[in-house]
């Protein structure tokens, strides 16, 4: 009989990651071992939802401690890979982590991409991308559109106390995702890899104008929130004003000019194929986050 799965998640306490655990537990066969990993798995296994903390196993992972990695990988045979915002330099932190992978015998990688990252060679999750296809590990690429939590986390601020979101985004459209969604779909292809590597476009239904998006965070919050349409070097100067480290501020002006020019706005069906059901919504994702806008 084949040994029970054992799945590693890094970012398990983060958006995608921490979905991806409910989901697992919600949804693993009995002998199926989840993994938490972390810089500091006490104060991480400490940060993870009460009905998740007693049926998840904490090990230490750190992706600029590669003594960490190899030990963290033994007997995994699924990996949920999330490149932690605050490293840029793939290729010296996250490509060993790949080979690491293929040494100890991972069947399987979930990697975290975004969407077009496949023709944005100026975002970093391009590179790791290229890793995994060269690596001939079998990998499954999740590409989200612009995640909904974006809005409650990144831009909450802006919103909550200056009634604003002031992007370089333009007036094109842009797609969005729950990333609920998407930790549920990263944990029904770990639990189920997929018989060939692939890449996964992951979106809502529709894509909005900033403006549009503006106007339903007014309706759901019941103030005038408005879009401003800033342009690059604005946006980056008002950034680093409020302490935007400077790899995050290069990403987001990375995805915010591809929205700009109308790349972000494609529409795919995948994910409700994938989850089986309708993905969430944009206003109900307001809806439920509206206390987090509130001054």
Same mark, same amino acid.
């Given at each position: 009989?084949?040994?029970?799965?054992?799945?590693?998640?890094?970012?398990?306490?983060?958006?995608?990651?921490?979905?991806?655990?409910?989901?697992?537990?919600?949804?693993?066969?009995?002998?199926?071992?989840?993994?938490?990993?972390?810089?500091?798995?006490?104060?991480?296994? @400490?940060?993870?939802?009460?009905e998740a903390a007693d049926y998840v196993e904490s090990v230490l992972f750190d992706f600029t401690k590669p003594e960490t990695v190899a030990?963290?990988?033994?007997?995994?045979?699924?990996?949920?890979?999330?490149? &932690?915002?605050?490293?840029?330099?793939?290729?010296?932190?996250?490509?060993?982590?790949?080979?690491a992978a293929v040494a100890a015998g991972v069947g399987h990688i979930v990697f975290l991409s975004l969407q077009g990252a496949q023709y944005?060679?100026?975002?970093?999750?391009?590179?790791?991308?290229?890793?995994?296809?060269?690596?001939?590990?079998?990998?499954?690429?999740?590409? &989200?559109?612009?995640?909904?939590?974006?809005?409650?986390?990144?831009?909450?601020?802006?919103?909550?106390?200056?009634? @604003?979101?002031?992007?370089?985004?333009?007036?094109?459209?842009?797609?969005?995702?729950?990333?609920?969604?998407?930790?549920?779909?990263?944990?029904?292809?770990?639990?189920?890899?997929?018989?060939?590597?692939?890449?996964?476009?992951?979106?809502?239904?529709?894509?909005?104008?900033?403006?549009?998006?503006?106007?339903?965070?007014?309706?759901?919050?019941?103030?005038?929130?408005?879009?401003?349409?800033?342009?690059?070097?604005?946006?980056?100067?008002?950034?680093?004003?409020?302490?935007?480290?400077?790899?995050?501020?290069?990403?987001?002006?990375?995805?915010?000019?591809?929205?700009?020019?109308?790349?972000?706005?494609?529409?795919?069906?995948?994910?409700?194929?994938?989850?089986?059901?309708?993905?969430?919504?944009?206003?109900?994702?307001?809806?439920?986050?509206?206390?987090?806008?509130?001054?």
């Open positions: 009989m084949p040994s029970p799965a054992r799945l590693l998640l890094t970012g398990a306490t983060g958006n995608v990651g921490a979905a991806a655990l409910r989901a697992l537990l919600r949804l693993r066969s009995p002998g199926t071992v989840v993994v938490a990993a972390g810089r500091t798995p006490n104060h991480g296994r @400490q940060q993870l939802a009460p030990p963290a990988l033994h007997g995994v045979t699924g990996l949920l890979l999330v490149r &932690p915002p605050a490293i840029s330099d793939v290729a010296r932190y996250l490509q060993p982590v790949v080979h944005n060679p100026f975002v970093p999750h391009h590179k790791v991308e290229s890793y995994l296809k060269e690596s001939g590990i079998r990998y499954s690429l999740l590409r &989200p559109s612009f995640f909904m939590q974006n809005l409650s986390t990144t831009h909450r601020d802006d919103i909550r106390l200056h009634d @604003q979101l002031l992007l370089p985004a333009g007036h094109a459209r842009t797609s969005f995702v729950d990333a609920h969604d998407v930790g549920e779909v990263a944990a029904k292809l770990l639990l189920n890899p997929p018989a060939a590597s692939a890449g996964y476009e992951l979106t809502g239904r529709h894509a909005y104008t900033y403006a549009e998006v503006a106007a339903q965070l007014s309706a759901v919050l019941g103030r005038p929130i408005r879009y401003r349409a800033a342009g690059i070097r604005e946006f980056r100067t008002y950034e680093r004003a409020k302490g935007t480290p400077a790899p995050l501020l290069n990403v987001m002006t990375g995805i915010y000019l591809a929205a700009r020019l109308g790349l972000a706005a494609h529409v795919s069906p995948v994910l409700a194929e994938l989850l089986g059901r309708e993905p969430g919504t944009l206003r109900s994702f307001l809806e439920r986050e509206r206390t987090c806008w509130l001054p």
